[in-house]
């Protein structure tokens, strides 16, 4: 197999039936030898190389990628700024083990995070591997901060599958079933979807899904399970990722604000997806002007290296020496990585997340027109969901976009999430848009 970068191109190109027979061969060792509760959908992608938005696979098909590696990709596959950082980095220093010993890249990764974030500076960073990492670290530590134990988190949510962030998640069964009770004690309230309102017009008044969402903490489970007092955190997706790509409504993370300070709870929110350009703001609080206590961060920070953070306000990141540390976080390839990947957001890919994005999302928009089986579009920058009649529907599209070439994840009960590189063009967005009509046509 030939190592070089994948030959420019303006759309996929499938030669063999899917997988072909290389990638068969690899499904079957997998079936084998790998872990067998990966949750992989009905296609099976055998990826051997990546370049910008174009991935091919082991048998010489070439895909347009609208997924990114599940929203991680953010600068494409492998951008040659972050390759080159990558490169020099490995040859200068590997790992040392931030959190016994110093080297730069940590201050200058986390200075960097502190002008960034939407939580109030000055901050502090604890560097992870991965996202349910920081959520885990985030947990901790508004225990430690505040003394307390309960956390509110909602319903849909995905925030790990450690067992920490586990007791958080709750976008589906298959993810507790087995896991006896939670190991913390989180209460769930129901997600204000809009599109779904979940509450009824008492609980809503003339608030809305965001106004019932709040009544519910307030007015009954601070008035009976759960009494503020006693409440560490309160645990939110600005736009909830695995549960089907859903915007927060406006005000309502402004209300979660309010009661955190009202009662001395911390607000912690989580754009471990959302965050890093993907919205076409650098995190999607930005989009609601609302300041968290305590922010955690992955997937898209380091362009497919592994690295997660959890920031914090600085004071509230006050803990002693022990209470919390990582062997592996904040490694120097990873944050050469960040950092890079930060420079090229802050260089124009956050701008065209925002632009291009909205360019899909009407794209998509007028597919909603001329489909009826599309229900609702909804979304900011890169991250759009487009969600089906049914589940069934959503998985033969899935699967039909893939034998055209085209990339996209389903996300929640019947959504499929968009979430492309963000140097995704417009050229890119046509070409997808077209395989997209074109297997829904074919699906339903
Ligand atoms: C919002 C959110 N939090 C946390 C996680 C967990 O991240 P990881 O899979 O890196 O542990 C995810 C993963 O999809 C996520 O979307």
């Known amino acids: 197999m030939s190592t070089s970068v994948l030959a420019p191109t303006k759309r996929p190109k499938i030669k063999t039936a899917l997988p072909g027979p290389k990638g068969k061969e690899i499904v079957e060792a997998d079936a084998k030898f790998v872990n067998p509760s990966y949750p992989r959908p009905s296609f099976k992608l055998v990826a051997e190389r990546g370049s910008g938005v174009w991935v091919e696979d ?5 895909f347009l990628d609208c997924n990114a590696g599940v929203a991680v990709c953010s600068t494409g596959h492998c951008h040659p700024e972050v390759v080159k950082a990558i490169q020099q980095q490995a040859e200068q220093l ?28 000055p901050t502090r960073t604890h560097f992870a591997n ?26 849909n ?49 003339d608030g809305g899904a965001g106004q019932g969402a709040l009544n519910w903490i307030e007015e009954r489970l601070f008035k009976t399970t759960t009494p503020p007092e006693e409440v560490a955190a309160i645990v939110v997706e600005a736009i909830q ?10 005000g309502f993370l402004n209300g979660l604000r309010r009661i955190c300070d009202e009662h001395g709870i911390l607000l912690i929110v989580d754009e471990v997806q959302s965050g890093m350009g993907r919205t076409g703001k650098m995190f999607a609080c930005e989009h609601y002007d609302v300041q968290a206590d305590i922010v955690t961060i992955a ?19 006050n803990w002693k020496p022990g209470a919390h540390a990582s062997t592996f976080g904040g490694n120097p390839v990873c944050i050469a990585a960040a950092l890079k990947t930060i420079e090229l957001l802050e260089g124009g890919l956050v701008q065209n997340a925002a632009e291009v994005g909205a ?31 049914t589940a069934e529907l959503r998985d033969r599209i899935e699967v039909a976009c893939f034998e055209r070439g085209l990339i996209i994840l389903g996300a929640g009960a019947s959504t499929i999430r968009w979430s492309p590189p963000l140097i995704l063009t417009k050229e890119n967005a046509d070409v997808a848009l077209e395989i997209f009509d074109e297997a829904i046509a074919a699906s339903v």
């Open 58 to 62: 082991v048998d010489g098909n070439i």
């Open 94 to 121: 590997i790992h040392m083990c931030g959190t016994d010993y110093y080297y730069r890249h940590m201050p200058q990764l986390a200075e960097k995070l502190d002008a960034l974030v939407p939580v109030k500076s």
């Open 130 to 155: 991965s996202g349910t990492e920081a959520v885990e670290t985030a947990l901790k530590l508004a225990m430690y901060a505040t003394g307390r134990e309960k956390f509110i988190g909602f319903f």
């Open 157 to 205: 949510s995905f925030h790990g599958r450690t067992l920490g962030s586990l007791s958080l998640t709750s976008s589906k069964a298959a993810q507790r079933r087995g896991f006896k009770r939670q190991a913390l004690d989180v209460v769930h309230v129901p997600y204000p979807n809009e599109f779904r309102n979940p509450f009824s017009a008492a609980d809503c008044g």
């Open 241 to 250: 990722g695995e549960g089907g790509y859903v915007p927060a409504p406006k």
């Open 299 to 317: 997937k898209g920070i380091g362009s497919g290296l592994p690295i997660g953070a959890c920031v914090a306000r600085a004071d509230v990141m």
């Open 359 to 389: 360019y899909l999302k009407e794209g998509l928009e007028k597919l909603q027109q001329k489909h009826d089986s599309i229900v609702d579009v909804r979304g900011m920058g890169m991250m759009i969901g487009v969600e089906f009649e």
